[in-house]
């Protein structure tokens, strides 16, 4: 398919209100309605359907819905059947201030789990003290590591420079010194500069930044000589294939870093990285491993949805296994203070092989895994 048609697919997502990872929604679990009943509980997810984040945003959502699906088929939460509810935001704080809203005096809604993406989970960390909302925010898709995580936040994913110091690994063979950060767009440049050039002074490398404004194909065809070998990409999927569809009309070669919001082979398919190596992380297990959690996401997904598997919607499963496995160690009645209580003790908890272990930034940020494609196009890993 063209590269363009492929891009317009957030449009198409976001008219269409992202209806494939919803079309499970509850009628009981819709906003303005009673979520709860004596044989159910509510375990809310915010969402970002903003244009950049849709990618991300549905990926994710389908594997947290499948998840919870396959855990009600299997007998729900101590005995009770799980309602998912999703709570739509557009990426701004009045929106998830909104969303918050109409959860806040449901008792029903024992926790927050899988806020997705990144934006709207660092968001939710600073506004559940504003309002005094004590509920735990498990598995968020939290990626900045600048952020301090409090006493109710429970990151169980590998962020930022976790992921960039695995991948420079790769690469330390080169002699790195110097490293380019590429942002798609300003926006993406006033989300992620200070967490990039905190990294970067970390590693003692020289940082070297550029930004796109449009067509990223003609910020690759404009790179000199002179810009360094490796480029930290900040960014969605569409904008990294263009950008490195640009960097293919170069003489020299050139190493690409893609975090784990870029869905590698959505972006091979776009016709992305046919001449320049992409470097992507990801904070879980490859898909096609064999660790129980792994197979139990690929079953699941298969059966449940037309989906092929992606890293995205494997942390989104994961995260609801996650949260399922601690609400399900609670002595005593469910509720949220006692849900909230039971994620405090940031117990050692094995997700069917993804171990999530805290360390004292109260993060849980060992597991990162890559991918690579190879100048002859294809991918390893």
Known sequence: MHFHSKLRRRQLLQGAGLLAAQVALPA??????????????VVAQLVDFSLAQQDVSKDFLIGSRAAWQDINARGGLRGKTVRHLTLETDG??????????????????????????????????????????????????????????????FPIFAARQQQITHALKTLSGMGLKELGAVYASSQDQTVYRADVERIASSMGLKLLSFHGAGDLGVLGQKLTPNTPAVLLFLGGTPELAQFTQGLGKQARQRYIVALADVNIQTMMQMGGARTTPVIATQVVPLVNASLPVVRTYRETLGRLFDEPPVPLSLAGFIAARYTH?????????????????????????????????????RRSATYVTQSMTTADGRLVG
């Open 92 to 153: 701004t704080a009045a929106s998830v201030r909104a969303a918050l809203d109409k959860i806040k005096d449901d008792p029903s809604c024992v926790v927050l789990s899988g806020t997705v993406g990144d934006q709207v989970a660092g968001q939710v960390v600073a506004q559940l003290p504003q309002d005094r909302l004590a509920i735990a925010h498990a598995a968020p898709w939290l990626q900045n590591s600048s952020l301090a995580i409090d006493d109710q936040t």
């Open 325 to 361: 496995d601690v609400l399900s160690s609670i002595n005593g009645p469910l509720t949220r203070q006692t849900a909230l209580a039971e994620f405090q003790r940031r117990a050692d908890v094995d997700v069917g092989g993804f171990r999530v272990s805290y360390d004292a930034q």
């Open 28 to 41: 009981l679990a819709q906003p303005g309605k009673s979520a709860g009943n004596a044989r159910s509980l």
